[in-house]
């Protein structure tokens, strides 16, 4: 059983930055995708970010176009990522989930994806 815990989240002004961490327990293969995806209130989960497994220990991330040049995701490991945003804008306020499938590849559809955290809030203020 795969169990996914999100933390880093909180309010901060616009222009600012949070880092937010996933860890996987039972993810142990290495081989498996790891992303984070969004929803703000009365909108649909939308694709974030995502860090994939390339072959032997590295991992390559992908990116929303919505947040490239302010976000980076970093893959630690197996079984933990996670992603720093910078350059905080209020239309950035969502609930963010971490989320992992055993494919090594990615897919924007939230449907496509295995497991999932509970979610951590992030507020951006303008």
């Known amino acids: 059983q795969v169990l996914m815990v999100e933390s880093g989240g909180g309010l901060v002004q616009a222009g600012g930055s949070l880092r937010l961490s996933c860890t996987a327990s039972?993810?142990?293969?290495?081989?498996?995708?790891m992303a984070w995806f969004r929803q703000a209130p009365g909108k649909e989960r939308e694709f974030v970010a995502s860090t994939r497994w390339t072959g032997a220990n590295h991992y390559i991330g992908d990116l929303a176009d919505f947040v490239k040049g302010r976000f980076t995701i970093s893959r630690d490991g197996k079984n933990s990522m996670s992603l720093q945003m910078s350059t905080l804008k209020p239309e950035d306020t969502a609930v963010y989930y971490c989320a992992a499938r055993t494919y090594s590849t990615i897919d924007s559809r939230s449907g496509r994806w295995d497991y999932w955290g509970q979610g951590t809030q992030v507020t951006v203020s303008s």
């Open positions: 039972g993810l142990n293969k290495g081989t498996e995708t």
